[in-house]
């Protein structure tokens, strides 16, 4: 890798660090262009050269979430069930979520997902997610641990709308809600009706 190819990789860091930090801090909607810019001491040029809007950070951001979701299914053990691999795996997107992007740029990512016209990436079926999610309900389904009554795509689809639905509750109330604790309690109800 060239110095120059260093520098522009550096560069799109120092961008992504300093929007995300400022979003955090003052909330997505209250940031532009031109503070991001100011802040990460760079340019509109270095900044339209690595995103084509805010919004785009959001995207960047979800490279790490997929590759925080591979990871952590690496780390499960292999003999736990499949239940509680997926409960587990849903918890840690909670407090994942919650503590890197926070209710604000929940509700961003939410309110950019209505968007028409945008390519929506949170409910996108090739993410990592969901083939993560597809793999264990299949795994527990070839164990007997959960119904073959429906594919393991539709039950998979079925646990990524429950999570996305979680964060959204989340997102909208401002009062004390305990992600981890509500999306546990609601996979507890799912799986009770999907449990062999």
């Known amino acids: 890798m060239t110095s120059r190819q260093e520098k522009a990789i550096e560069t799109k860091k120092r961008i992504l660090r300093t929007a995300l930090d400022l979003f955090s801090e003052k909330g997505f909607d209250r940031v532009s262009v031109d503070e991001i810019v100011r ?3 760079t340019s509109k040029g270095a900044f339209y050269g690595h995103f084509t ?3 785009d950070i959001f995207l960047e951001k979800f490279k790490e979430i997929d590759q925080f979701y591979r990871d952590f299914q690496e780390s499960l053990p292999e003999s736990l069930p499949a239940e509680k691999k997926i409960r587990k795996l849903a918890i840690a ?8 992007l926070g209710r604000d740029g929940i509700r961003s990512l939410y309110a950019y997902a209505l968007t028409p016209s945008v390519d929506n990436y949170l409910s996108d079926t090739e ?11 299949s795994e527990g389904q070839e164990k007997g641990e ?3 009554s429906a594919s393991s795509g539709r039950l998979a689809l079925l646990l990524s709308r429950s999570m996305r639905g979680t964060l959204y509750d989340w997102a909208i109330f401002d009062g004390d809600f305990d992600l981890a604790g509500e999306i546990d309690g609601w996979l507890g109800l799912l799986f009770s009706g999907i449990r062999n």
Do not use: F, H, N
């Open 53 to 55: 809007s805010k919004y």
């Open 93 to 100: 997107q909670m407090e994942y979520l919650r503590d890197e």
């Open 127 to 137: 993410r990592p997610l969901y083939a993560i999610l597809e793999q264990l309900v």
């Open 146 to 148: 959960l119904t073959s």
């Open 39 to 41: 802040e990460s001491g």
